[in-house]
């Protein structure tokens, strides 16, 4: 197999060549929380609620957790109507519970008084909202509206940087360098991609790069140590 460098690719020709690779290769791995919500219930409001809850939390916890909520309350109306307590009990264990909580009320509050209950489509707009930074709002518009949107969270940059495909230290510089680079016919999936393969191949610590396909293409940017 020939390596990285001998492969006589433009950048945006090896990241066509992952994507695709990819899109194969993680049907057989577990799908993101957030995304089997905007699939199962196609509501911007459950997404945007789901991607409050998915914050520093695992999936498996977050779609329970977002499973026991939407059942006592699935739009924002309902939702005003239970305490923060009826909200944190369903939700916990999630991280940060009770703060999360206070964010869905204070959201719901503005969504129902400034917005006539509709979640908002635009970035600029959904960063006004109480906990809502731009991965969530992101999140939101590719998997609630299925806007053109890029988001970054922690697999997508580190992901991205290995791949020597942006050169960043920071997620918010990733998004704006990806924003420049990627071409538009790969945004809205990326996220999906890279976090199923960041929490299953290309792993913060040791990464699995005997068992990753799109290993060809990839030069391993500051991977120290790997199997």
Excluded at 106 to 132: M, N, R, W
Excluded at 144 to 160: E, P, W, Y
Excluded at 174 to 200: C, D, H, S
Aim: proline share 5%.
């Amino acid at each position: 197999m020939k390596s990285f460098q001998e492969k006589n690719m433009t950048d945006n020709q090896r990241i066509a060549k992952i994507i695709h690779t990819l899109r194969k290769a993680v049907k057989a791995l577990p799908t993101p929380s957030v995304t089997l919500v905007g699939r199962k219930w196609n509501d911007p409001f459950l997404v945007l609620v789901s991607c409050i809850l998915s914050l520093r939390t695992k999936d498996q916890t977050t779609l329970g957790a977002s499973q026991r909520l939407f059942a006592l309350a699935n739009n924002p109306e309902k939702m005003l109507k239970l305490s923060v307590e009826k909200i944190s009990s369903a939700i916990y264990p999630v991280g940060f519970y009770r703060t999360k909580a206070r964010n869905i009320r204070a959201i719901c509050k503005d969504l129902v008084e400034k917005f006539y209950s509709h979640v908002p489509d635009e970035i600029d707009v959904l960063l006004t909202l109480q906990g809502v930074g731009r991965k969530t709002a992101n999140l939101v518009l590719t998997e609630g509206f299925g806007k053109l949107a890029i988001c970054v969270d922690t697999h997508v940059h580190r992901i991205s940087n290995r791949l020597g495909y942006v050169k960043t230290k920071m997620p918010e510089e990733t998004e704006m360098a990806l924003r420049a680079k990627l071409p538009k016919k790969f945004w809205i999936e990326y996220n999906a991609l890279l976090v199923v393969w960041g929490q299953n191949i290309c792993r913060p610590i040791s990464p699995l790069c005997s068992q990753c396909l799109a290993r060809p293409w990839c030069p391993q940017k500051g991977v120290d140590k790997k199997r």
